[in-house]
């Protein structure tokens, strides 16, 4: 085993147990991207105020830049490394590499700073993907709904049927709450956009560094303010997995939807081929594997987010080894939100929408009841007297095995004489939604005007 480079007071050599019990290089090894940047940024700041010379600067550049394209082209492999973290996997490399300009690298720096940058650069970077995935899923759905502004279909509470809407307003319920998505990890990306770098191991350090400088040649928004809190926290780490906990929240009750709707019982949609599995013993199976994972790895994401905050809840500031355990968590929730996205919008895309099958439902359970009401309080009876009238009509019809739209003047009126031939347009499915015109409501009107507005 190398020498550790922090061996100098050590009379003894690690545990061989110890050693790979301690180490990170196994999943931080994902960061060596982001470690290189932060380095090479870090060195060129030491060598503008004059704390190592420009040569070394440089070599340490180049030489980070060659471990950079040698880890990129499979010839530099981590799995032969006993060094704890990729922090030190790439420091020893440098310095094998250049020699004492590589052992200038670390000054005025530690790898508490140094791996709380990692990990904001590395989540940055992702976080830019699932941005760009989840827009992605937002521009599916807004394509869908274009196509179905009159698709009726029930709305639901309790999931019994309820009024009638349409599937183009039940799909941007979904829009407004991934658009709301996407703000909310934007947000906390502003958060995670502060460079801690410089804060040393917990109290700054006495070279003259210009963190804002640093700050700036790596793209963040400014450095942080407190070296202390700058090592300490991975708050950044949790807000995302909570966003990311909401954004699966959501998704994994649209993937509930899926499931019954594309089940013979509703039989609403119907799933792809492509985006379906079979099953081993009953032929006729088609099942919707990947909404149902949707809906599973949401269990998964409240974990890691519920792991980040117990990992962090106890902890004296300012640097805790304990801390070496958000990465697996916060790495596992971009791993998977980024597995999930994709194929669930090729899911969403490919899916048939059997128009018919929903205005049958929307038709056939008394979901114009409301209406009805509506229709007597125009009529002058109040709402509380309608709503009664309306409830007796539906208990008849029960009784009768028919529906509203089937009953003859005659018998309406017997539950009021106010009732006229404009009733039936009145409760007409069409009309039912095609009135409700508030901002938000299911008109086809109002529905295409916020499409438009997107
Ligand atoms: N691998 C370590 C981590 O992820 C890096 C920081 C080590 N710092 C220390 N003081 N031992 O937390």
């Keep these: 085993m190398a020498k550790k480079m922090w061996a100098g007071r050590f009379e ?12 990170s290089l196994p999943f931080d090894c994902r960061m060596y991207k982001q470690d290189i940047e932060g380095s090479i940024a870090h060195s060129a700041m030491l060598s503008k105020q004059g704390i190592i010379s420009e040569e070394d600067a440089k070599s340490i550049a180049s030489g980070l830049l060659s471990i950079m394209e040698d880890i990129e082209d499979g010839k530099l492999l981590f799995d ?87 599937f183009a307003h039940y799909l941007c319920a979904y829009i407004e709450m991934f658009k709301r998505d996407v703000e909310r990890i934007a947000a906390s990306s502003k958060r995670t956009a502060i460079s801690p770098l410089g804060s040393g191991a917990l109290a700054g350090t006495t070279y003259p560094l210009d963190r804002e400088w640093t700050a700036d040649q790596l793209g963040m928004n400014s450095c942080s303010q407190n070296s202390l809190d700058g090592v300490a926290d991975r708050d950044f780490a949790i807000e995302f997995a909570s966003s990311i906990s909401i954004l699966m929240m959501h998704l994994s009750r649209f993937s509930e939807e899926i499931i019954l709707y594309s089940s013979q019982e509703f039989k609403f949609i119907e799933l792809d081929d492509a985006y379906s599995t079979g099953s081993s013993m009953m032929p006729q199976k088609k099942n919707p594997d990947v909404a149902e994972l949707t809906r599973g790895k949401t269990g998964r994401v409240y974990g890691n987010l519920i792991s980040l905050l117990v990992i962090m809840k106890g902890l004296p500031l300012t640097y805790n080894k304990d801390m070496q355990e958000v990465q697996e968590a916060l790495f596992d929730t971009i791993d998977t939100i980024e597995g999930v996205l994709t194929p669930f919008t090729g899911m969403v895309k490919t899916m048939k929408i059997n128009k018919d099958r929903m205005a049958e439902a929307a038709l056939g359970g008394f979901t114009n009841a409301t209406d009805l009401a509506d229709y007597l309080v125009r009529k002058g009876i109040p709402f509380r007297n ?63 005007l916020y499409l438009e507005s997107l």
């Design 80 to 166: 032969n490394s006993d060094a704890e973290d990729i922090h030190m996997f790439i420091e020893e490399e440098l310095t094998n590499r250049i020699g004492d300009a590589g052992k200038r690298l670390h000054t005025g720096r530690s790898r508490n700073d140094q791996v709380a940058l990692d990990q904001r650069l590395y989540l940055l970077d992702e976080t830019a993907t699932i941005i760009e995935k989840l827009d992605l899923l937002i521009q599916t759905l807004v394509d869908i709904a274009k196509d179905n502004l009159e698709t009726w279909m029930p709305g639901y509470t309790h999931l019994q049927r309820a009024q009638p809407i349409t």
């Design 12 to 23: 003894k050599a690690t545990d061989k147990d110890v050693n790979d019990y301690n180490s």
């Design 386 to 448: 309608t709503h009664e009238i309306s409830g007796k009509l539906v208990h008849y019809c029960i009784e009768n095995n028919t529906t509203l739209e089937k009953l003859s003047l005659d018998e309406y009126k017997q539950f009021s004489e106010a009732f006229d031939n404009d009733v039936f347009d009145a409760i007409s499915l069409k009309t039912c939604v095609e009135k409700r015109l508030v901002t938000g409501a299911p008109s086809p009107m109002q529905v295409k």
